[in-house]
């Protein structure tokens, strides 16, 4: 089965630890996101990549980083810089190319207590 | 103006029912659009890309006016399992790989 999947589905972590939410995808898509999303607002774009070993920042990048080192995988730190860390992140992929359409994970609910 | 604009609802409406969402975006240039569905604490899944002629994907019907910049979204004989959130998706323009989402539609599709 092709897909994207995201672990875990929960995370709860104590303030000031890093955490890493990982995604992995078989589609062989050339494209990954992440986003956020909170209570009453849209989804917005932390990073996105368009190719292995490249990666863009999106509207709210700070206080989060990741790497692209295979193109299957996209990894998202968020780290102790990041004020308002609880929500929801949701990875998604397209192909390079495409109109745009993105698939995604089913979403990993980090709880920062 | 916001980006991406639509009714937030919720629609409260009996099963069998046709029901319409409009959403409005703020840029002329864009090129893609999207109906994606959410369903409650899961992730948004693509109910159908929107073409310029419209198109139709069994009891739904999409329909793109680039003239006044809208993007609708029709649900005829309305199921129980229609009931969930459906987000209007715009490509950024100035950056093909980015999409801009709206804050969604609220449908509770009642027996």
């Keep these: ?113 | 103006r916001k980006e991406v604009e639509q009714d937030p609802g919720p629609f409260n409406v009996p099963e069998g029912a046709t029901v319409a969402f409009n959403c409005t975006y703020s840029n002329s240039a864009s090129q893609s659009f999207f109906w994606y569905r959410q369903d409650c604490r899961k992730e948004p899944k693509l109910l159908m890309s929107v073409y310029s002629s419209g198109n139709e994907d069994g009891r739904f019907t999409a329909q793109l006016n680039r003239a006044s910049q809208y993007i609708s979204l029709l649900i005829r004989d309305s199921k129980l399992s229609d009931s969930a959130t459906y987000l209007c998706v715009v490509s950024d323009a100035g950056n093909n790989r980015k999409l801009i989402w709206g804050l969604g539609t609220s449908l509770a599709v009642n027996p």
């Design chain 1, 1 to 113: 089965d092709g897909g994207i999947t995201q672990s875990p589905k929960y995370l709860f972590r104590k303030e000031g630890q890093n955490v890493t939410l990982s995604c992995e995808q078989n589609l062989n898509h050339d494209a990954m996101y992440w986003y956020r999303q909170d209570p009453g607002q849209g989804l917005r774009l932390i990073y996105y990549s368009q190719i292995v070993n490249d990666f863009q920042k999106g509207d709210i990048a700070e206080g989060y980083s990741v790497s692209r080192e295979k193109k299957e995988s996209f990894p998202l730190t968020v780290t102790s810089a990041q004020k308002n860390p609880t929500a929801f992140y949701l990875c998604a992929s397209s192909i390079f190319g495409s109109q745009d359409t993105q698939y995604f994970g089913p979403g990993t609910r980090l709880t920062v207590l």
